[in-house]
């Protein structure tokens, strides 16, 4: 459907009503709003092979932020004029049109487009692509419900739906959200706390204001995808990457136990 | 050879030290560890004089790729005087949820007499053959190959749409019509008891 153009857009000095007002970022007695403490993670749930016609696939909420991944692979490449002596690896994430508070597009816009570089980029380094001469494998990653912590979630998802179909990885990577407000850090925002605009004790001229996505892989200690947003101060930033790189060593045991459960749940069918 | 019962495994976890274990598949080694490189059960397999091999078993096989050296089953879907081009659909005994694309090449049907074949009387559209993968081949295919006794057409249908029997290693009869045809018949033990 062609997008409505002739719409009357209102008086000039008028702004739309989703504008919010300022709101503090927490609340007066060092809760946040949705009453957690500043470092802490919402309850996660993740389930592997949540998606039976695909050869992997995950599903993981993290409260009202829900995401369905599905890999398909090692299949035979699209693009026949390429020679690839490993493994293609490609990633669509969508947003599904209800998942937000403003209804998304059916085509992929450019924000979707950004978050599938970054999780190819995210997980490249981790899948043993050379183990898979000339093929390609494709995660398909949907958004049902986005309540911040997107980027991140997805991440590791997509871990998960991959090690689910039994392509080889060395690691997994877990990723971790953190929004930063002039001294505090917010874990794993919600999407009120990432988009919204928020201050600190009614200041409204917030100066260090930063989203940063971390994907670790914890059993190798090492950072394969790092995206900062906004704008961050030198001096804390060491203290900053460490809290979310904590954040994601304690994501890290329910991925495992996922796995394992999706292990044990294989072996009785068997 | 002894198996021992492993606990479940995640990719990236730490299963033993080179200098105690040697590793088997479904792991990697970095800095003199072995580590997991699937999600499965450890199995550690005692060999006789070596150090005993730890391997991960998957629970699944499925995203297995045509490796040079096996034998795939093929469906043909066009012939021409050069080579013929097939639709891999099993590999080995595992059927593929998606297929992948072969080339059978004039040269590589038959171990004799290679430049006097007749591609027209070898395969056929629609027959199934046992092939082997000889190499990864170009974007667009494999390359497989059928000069072994043991390769080649393992069904066919007659111009009368009849399964046909074989009758020798160059022909195959359809049971209805009595009417022979031409094909490079695979020696299979099916047929040969």
């Known amino acids: ?270 | 050879m002894a198996a021992e019962v492993g606990v479940a495994v995640i990719p990236g976890q730490r299963l033993g030290d080179m200098d105690q274990y040697s590793a088997g598949s479904g792991t990697y080694i970095k800095q003199r560890h072995i580590y997991a490189s699937l999600a499965g059960y450890k199995d550690i397999i005692s060999q006789a004089g070596q150090l005993p091999m730890i391997q991960i078993k998957a629970t699944k096989a499925s995203n297995t790729l045509p490796l040079i050296g096996t034998v795939v089953t093929a469906k043909v879907l066009s012939v021409n005087p050069r080579f013929c081009r097939v639709l891999i659909i099993c590999i080995g005994t595992m059927p593929l949820k998606e297929p992948f694309r072969g080339t059978i090449r004039k040269e590589d049907i038959r171990a004799t007499e290679k430049d006097k074949v007749i591609l027209y009387d070898c395969f056929k559209p629609g027959d199934a053959v046992l092939a082997e993968v000889i190499s990864l081949g170009d974007p667009r295919s494999y390359y497989l190959s059928t000069a072994k006794n043991e390769l080649g057409v393992v069904f066919a249908k007659s111009k009368a749409g009849y399964r046909m029997i074989p009758i020798s290693w160059t022909q195959m009869q359809c049971p209805n019509t009595e009417k022979t045809e031409l094909r490079k018949v695979a020696r299979v033990k099916y047929w040969i008891d």
């Not at chain 1, 409505?4 to 504008?19: L, Q, V, Y």
């Not at chain 1, 690839?84 to 487009?113: G, P, V």
């Open chain 1, 1 to 270: 459907m062609p997008i409505h153009r002739n719409r009357i857009a209102g008086p000039e000095d008028t702004e739309p009503i989703e504008n919010q007002e300022c709101q503090t970022a927490i609340l007066p007695n060092g809760d946040r709003h949705d009453n957690r403490k500043l470092d802490q993670i919402r309850p996660i749930f993740c389930r592997a092979g949540a998606v039976s016609q695909a050869v992997g696939s995950a599903y993981i909420e993290l409260a009202n932020t829900k995401i369905i991944c599905a890999v398909y692979g090692p299949r035979e490449v699209a693009n026949k004029h390429e020679f690839n002596i490993q493994a293609t690896l490609s990633c669509e994430l969508k947003f599904a049109t209800f998942s937000c508070q403003r209804r998304r597009r059916h085509i992929q816009d450019s924000q979707e487009k950004e978050y599938s570089q970054i999780v190819v980029q995210a997980l490249e380094p981790v899948i043993r692509l050379d183990k898979y001469p000339k093929s390609q494998i494709d995660i398909f990653i949907t958004v049902l419900q986005n309540d911040g912590s997107v980027l991140a979630s997805a991440i590791t998802a997509a871990s998960i739906a991959i090690a689910d179909s039994g392509i080889e990885m060395f690691d997994v990577a877990v990723g971790c959200c953190l929004r930063r407000i002039e001294n505090l850090s917010l874990i794993d925002p919600t999407y009120l706390e990432e988009e919204g605009h928020l201050n600190n004790e009614s200041e409204d001229d917030v100066v260090v204001n930063a989203n940063i996505t971390i994907a670790l892989l914890p059993s190798l200690n090492q950072v394969s995808a790092l995206i900062m947003n906004g704008e961050l101060d030198g001096n804390p930033t060491q203290k900053i990457i460490n809290d979310c790189l904590e954040g994601c060593m304690r994501i890290y045991p329910v991925v495992q136990e996922c796995l394992t459960k999706r292990l044990q749940e294989k072996a009785l069918r068997n």
